[in-house]
């Protein structure tokens, strides 16, 4: 409650980070990694709208918690979520279409990430105010891209290495999720801990 | 849900998602929760049932409405869809167990952002008769139930020679401990997807099949 802005960042950009800690975002972690090239623009992009949620999702609580309308909590996030990445699908088309047709259905899929609905959900959980909010909106963001990024740079080093047969594909991606998740998890304690 | 009398068509719908096409080990999707809340066997179970109620009522929904929905607004329609029967789930889960909610903290609302719960709803439910698309989203939502299942069972076993919270290996077991943290998720999906494959590959080249019936009542 009581976190202050450098503590919530180291946090959730290492310690607590959004994919290898806390499993939100899974599936373009699994699923875009293939190369760095794709995946630091998705990573830039998802935070991007990380921001924005986390944004309206503290303006939208000025608002439902007077009225006691808590209940419509969930179902206006995820509106105002799709919304943003739907700006943002019109700004990728129109900026750079290449990127845009590089990104594929992951870009409409950033709604369906967990990582954008988690960072308003644990904001709201933990009644940070909104330069907190922000913080951890950007952390949160900032350390997926991280976590994409380094999972992708593996695995474009592990592509032509001699795999055994069974480990081949999704298999061969947890074991270096795994192992990554291992290393982060040599953070624990930075930032004051949870 | 309604596992009593079934014409065949709809029985296969419901199998396929349970193994044949098992929403985790082959598809991979719904990521998020299986790997943040499968700590143990309790939670996979109370999770995966939360998800499958999700799965069929909105399939079902999806359905009933396919003809109604514009094609532009498909996809906000079903996530509103979703969303509603999510906040049911959360009410219900608190009014419940109290314990049980804490748990699963926010990842019960989290089912919303599931992809496998819109991947359904758009892959199947949006072009199918609402029988067959609650049949089919009930065996997907069990399967699910069964793969956070084994997940959750070996993570606990390991990570705190539990299961259920029985001990099973008495006063003396040393709890391999990194399995309820974060990396084992992953460890241990990995390592049921590898199983899978080795089995699959022994079976291709027509060795003992007998294995598979091991590999799955391991579980």
Redesign the interface.
Known sequence: MHDSVGQILITTILSGNFV????????P??GVTHSVKVAFPLGLATTFVILMASLCAYLLNLVLIPLHME?LQ??CY??VI?AAVQLVEMFAKKQSPELFRALGIYL??I????A???VA??QT?RNYSFVQSLTFALGGGVGFTLALVLLASVRERVRFSKVP????????T??L???L??SF?GFAGLGGGE | MIPGKNPPSNWSEFIEGLWQRNPIFVMVLGMCPTMAVTTSALNSISMGLATTFVLAASCWMVSLLRHFVPKEVRIATYIVIIATFVTVVDYAIQAISLSLYDALGAYIKLIVANCLVLGRAEAHAARNKPMAALYNATGMGLGFTLGLFMIGGVREILGAGKLFGLSLFGPHYQPWVVMVLPPGGFFVMAGWLMLFAVVRARKARGNTPATLAEGAQNA
């Open positions: 290898l800690a806390m499993f939100l975002g899974m599936c972690f699994l209940f969930l179902i995820i509106t799709a409409p899929l709604t369906t990430n967990c954008v609905l988690g959900l644990f959980a047969n069974a480990m081949m594909g999704t298999a061969l947890l074991m999720a795994g192992v998740s291992l998890m």
